[in-house]
């Protein structure tokens, strides 16, 4: 098994900044793309960043130089450094990690449970 826990959402002013975090444990053998994903109200679920195991990113243009995305592979963490937030970027936010959990397995991908970030005065 798997698990992916998230934290960090919330409510945040206009021109504020959050920092999504999301932890990856289980039966783990390596851990390919990390990323994030969000979905608003009444929309499909998009991409928001995404990074390689190697730390190549890359962003939506939406979100590109006002969020960064990082990862730590010793402790299979992701996070999202969420700057100059606007209304715009509230959605649920889902972290989405691509993992093999055995040397004979096929690489699967796994979500987070999602949290929530609301972006208003």
């Known amino acids: 098994q798997v698990q992916l826990v998230e934290s960090g959402g919330g409510l945040v002013q206009p021109g504020g900044s959050l920092k999504l975090s999301c932890a990856a444990s289980?039966?783990?053998?390596?851990?390919?793309?990390m990323g994030w994903y969000r979905q608003a109200p009444g929309k499909e679920r998009e991409l928001v960043a995404t990074i390689t195991s190697g730390g190549s990113t890359d962003y939506a243009d939406s979100v590109k130089g006002r969020f960064t995305i990082s990862r730590d592979n010793a402790k299979n963490t992701v996070a999202l450094q969420m700057n100059t937030l606007k209304p715009e970027d509230t959605a649920v936010y889902y972290c989405n990690v691509k993992i093999q959990r055995y040397v004979w397995r096929a690489t699967e991908e796994f979500w987070g449970q999602g949290t929530q970030v609301t972006v208003s005065s």
């Open positions: 289980g039966s783990i053998f390596s851990i390919n793309t």
